[in-house]
């Protein structure tokens, strides 16, 4: 009902309401949505000129879960405010019942109708590949954005890691790692990187680690080291981390809401 409402406005936000239970599959811009997907695209007049207007070096996007009984994730998409204080700013919305590269790309392609004259430097998620693919697919520009990894995710993909080392170990290596990532001189950053390889090569009962960090980063050091993003004025997604936070623990008192609105 609140949906059909906000669609009667002159200015509509709703860029999408697919509900579930539809008869027949609908084809959207290649999409293809089965009846039991849901979709639901939110963008005020307000935030499509955010959009516009602060896109330019970076954009961040992030879902979190259990912001209602539905289990549907909230992705938000975000760009920092050039402003004296460089807050964050949730230009567009999606809520789904999945978040793969389809109902991702449908998102973009539906915000890239309204914006087309966006261009971005970069583009920040975790590391789930959908989101990076389903940019560049649905946002054609002369050079492809940047794949950052938001730090967040990175450090808690270590931590989960991090039982491969031995127990006498796990803190020191922790420790190096965080270092790593937060160093701002590129030098000292490769001499350190260098030094950490060694040490875990030193000692056979760390080579699964040392295996793991290679394999999935010491080969990309240029998304996840911040000596790599200094002229991009941002770290990590804790803009958009913050502002699910808002909702799940402000105005959903940390328990799962009931309806989606």
Not at 55 to 66: A, E, N
Not at 238 to 246: I, L
Request: aromatic share 12%; glycine share 2%.
């Amino acid at each position: 009902r609140r949906v059909h409402g906000l669609q009667s406005l002159d200015e509509n936000p709703i860029l999408l309401y697919k509900p579930q239970g539809l008869n027949t599959t609908v084809k959207l811009m290649d999409s293809q949505l089965s009846d039991d997907d849901f979709a639901l695209i939110i963008q005020t007049k307000y935030q499509s000129d955010c959009f516009k207007l602060f896109s330019k070096h970076f954009v961040c996007v992030d879902s979190t879960h259990k912001t209602s009984g539905y289990q549907f994730p909230l992705t938000t998409l975000l760009v920092l405010v050039a402003d004296s204080w460089g807050e964050g700013m949730p230009v567009a919305w999606l809520i789904s019942n999945r978040e793969d590269f389809t109902m991702i790309r449908l998102f973009f392609r539906l915000l890239y109708e309204q914006s087309p004259e966006v261009t971005t430097a970069a583009l920040m998620s975790d590391d789930a590949e959908q989101y990076y693919k389903s940019w560049v697919d649905a946002f054609p520009q002369l050079e492809q954005p940047r794949k950052l990894l938001c730090k967040w995710h990175v450090k808690r993909a270590w931590t989960e890691n991090i039982a491969k080392l031995p127990l006498e170990d796990r803190s020191e290596v922790m420790k190096i790692l965080h270092m790593l990532c937060d160093e701002l001189d590129e030098a000292l950053f490769n001499e350190s990187m260098n030094n950490f390889l060694e040490y875990l090569t030193a000692n056979e009962q760390r080579h699964a680690f040392r295996d793991y960090f290679c394999n999935f980063y010491a080969n990309r050091t240029e998304t996840w080291a911040s000596c790599h993003r200094t002229n991009l004025q941002i770290n990590t997604n804790t803009y958009v981390e913050s502002f699910h936070k808002v909702i799940k623990y402000k105005y959903l008192k940390a328990t799962n809401n009931k309806r989606l609105d």
